[in-house]
């Protein structure tokens, strides 16, 4: 088994920045995908950012260009740096570790962030 933890999140203004951090108790090189999901208030888990072992990464249309997400497998730790904060990034976010391919098999406990207008 392995944990995640994060940690990181916090009340930000518009327009600022915060990183989240998840760090594995295990290594992460098995894992093919480490991700970060996020979810709002009455809505629906979103995938916010992949990164995949082989150097592939993703993100969701909205945070392009704001987000960066990096993944340290010697340190079996994934970040998240958010720039450019807005109102409706505010949602608590999840680090998550896929395998392979299907479900993610591992999830962390969130860390909420809330981005103040």
């Known amino acids: 088994q392995v944990q995640l933890v994060e940690s990181g999140g916090g009340l930000v203004q518009a327009g600022g920045s915060l990183r989240l951090s998840c760090a594995a108790s295990?290594?992460?090189?098995?894992?093919?995908?480490m991700a970060w999901y996020r979810q709002a208030p009455g809505k629906q888990r979103e995938l916010v950012a992949t990164?995949?072992?082989?150097?592939?990464?993703n993100y969701v249309d909205s945070v392009k260009g704001r987000f960066t997400i990096s993944r340290d497998n010697a340190k079996n730790m994934v970040s998240l740096q958010m720039n450019s904060l807005k109102p409706e990034d505010t949602a608590v976010y999840y680090c998550?570790?896929?395998?392979?391919?299907?479900?993610?098999?591992?999830w962390g406990q969130g860390t909420q962030v809330t981005v103040s207008s």
């Open positions: 990164a995949t072992n082989s150097g592939s990464i």
């Open positions: 295990g290594s992460i090189l098995r894992f093919n995908t």
């Open positions: 998550a570790a896929k395998l392979s391919y299907g479900a993610y098999n591992y």
